[in-house]
Nanobody, 124 residues
Framework: QVQLVESGGGLVQAGGSLRLSCAAS????????MGWFRQAPGKEREFVAF??????????YYVDSVKGRFTISRDSAKNTVYLQMNSLKPEDTAIYYC???????????????WGQGTQVTVSS
């Protein structure tokens, strides 16, 4: 089993920044993908970003709406992935979830494990 624990959410004004963290524990593979999704009230959960995790490096991918503002990164030693969010907008308000899978993807079905979510609220 794998456990994912997110932290770092909160309330911020438009234009501000937050950094989310997601710590993975349990039976994680040496090669996997971690992603961030978000779900706003009344909307479907949507993909935000993922980072692949292999022995020789990583690659990243973002949804267009966050490119240039959000950065996903990892700390291999801590089994932790981060989402640095800059220039936040009110439309970024959502519950943010991290997820872990074995195959890179932008669909929920690509991921086998999910965290409990952390609330991000951006005021105008």
């Amino acid at each position: 089993q794998v456990q994912l624990v997110e932290s770092g959410g909160g309330l911020v004004q438009a234009g501000g920044s937050l950094r989310l963290s997601c710590a993975a524990s349990g039976r994680t593979s040496s090669t996997y993908v971690m992603g961030w999704f978000r779900q706003a009230p009344g909307k479907e959960r949507e993909f935000v970003a993922f980072i692949t995790w292999t022995w020789n490096g990583s690659t990243t991918y973002y949804v267009d709406s966050v490119k240039g503002r959000f950065t996903i990164s990892r700390d291999s030693a801590k089994n932790t992935v981060y989402l640095q969010m800059n220039s936040l907008k009110p439309e970024d308000t959502a519950i943010y979830y991290c997820a872990l899978g074995l195959v890179p993807g932008t669909q929920r079905g690509s991921y086998d494990y999910w965290g409990q979510g952390t609330q991000v609220t951006v005021s105008s």
